[in-house]
């Protein structure tokens, strides 16, 4: 389940996404557009698999200024609207300071966002993942979003640390982020069809186990 997109990532780490140890998760690399205010316009029809959420690096084609924006809305195959990173997803899109013939590249974090997701569904006795519909139904949820950031940024600073020659601030982020990962767990709770009417009707907190009559 996706509770958040990429730009929440961005908010807390933008370096992550020019790692080039996740380079096979790009959706597009390099890719020739031009980009006039908060409207881009790409050479090829690469949008496809572009998502509103995601993190979009736009370089200029010299190679001397780049910036990493969020993608607010795909038209088409070959335009979107993008922002530079707001407060809000709510607030108006504003220009970046990128303009002209960029280069386009676009790295996803939605394999890890799905993992963690579904790994807190877990916590509160909802199967799911992304062959199988979410088992039982669940309604409203509480605590999820905050979770998933900072358990997604703990998976990818551990495969940060993984790398060779790592250094101590890579450590000491996977530190940080397991610690907060691991205080927000116990904070998620979730409407769930608990008698299978399809209906969701009671609430389950992940860090409180039910009680049972022995």
Known sequence: MYFCDDAELLAWEPSVFSEEVFSHQSVIREVAGTLTGTQLEMDE???GAVLPGMVMR???ADGTLSQLTEVVSVEDSTHATISALRGRSTE???SPLVSGAVKVTVVTFRPQIGA?????LELIGVSSDRGHEASPKFGETAGFRP????GTLA???RALAAAENVNNIVLSKRAFYEGLAQASRQTI?????ANGDGVPEKWVWGAVKELQRV
């Open 45 to 47: 029809e690469v949008l």
């Open 92 to 94: 108006a899109a504003v």
């Open 58 to 60: 736009v370089a200029l």
């Open 147 to 150: 979770a998933t950031v900072f």
């Open 155 to 157: 998976a990818v600073y």
């Open 189 to 193: 709770a979730a409407l769930v069809d």
């Open 116 to 120: 963690v997701g579904d790994s807190l």
